[in-house]
């Protein structure tokens, strides 16, 4: 069992930056690949990035080039770092690990006010 805590979310102008975070407790997540999905109102949820075991990343067309997906394992914390934030990054912002993507965080809201 993986217990995820998301933080960092907030208020922002477009062109603006975030940084979330992700921790993880119980077992740990050093065995998984970790992404971070999103839901903006309305919408589904959508993949944004995802970090594996090797470090390499995955992004979102909509994301690439503007956030940066990261792990420190000895931490148990996975980080995105979001820059150039536009309206459209509006969402609540998911840490996601496990098997086919089992274990949910409760999520964070990034708002971006144009």
């Known amino acids: 069992q993986v217990q995820l805590v998301e933080s960092g979310g907030g208020s922002v102008q477009a062109g603006g930056s975030l940084i979330l975070s992700c921790v993880a407790s119980?077992?740990?997540?050093?065995?998984?690949?970790v992404g971070w999905f999103r839901q903006a109102p309305g919408k589904a949820r959508e993949f944004a990035a995802k970090?594996?075991?090797?470090?390499?990343?995955y992004y979102a067309d909509s994301v690439k080039g503007r956030f940066t997906i990261s792990r420190d394992n000895a931490m148990n914390t996975v980080y995105l770092q979001m820059n150039s934030l536009k309206p459209e990054d509006t969402a609540v912002y998911y840490c996601?690990?496990?098997?086919?993507?089992?274990?949910w965080g409760q999520g964070t809201q990034v708002t971006v006010s144009s």
């Open positions: 996601v690990t496990g098997p086919s993507w089992q274990y």
């Open positions: 119980g077992r740990t997540f050093n065995s998984y690949t």
């Open positions: 970090i594996m075991l090797s470090g390499h990343t």
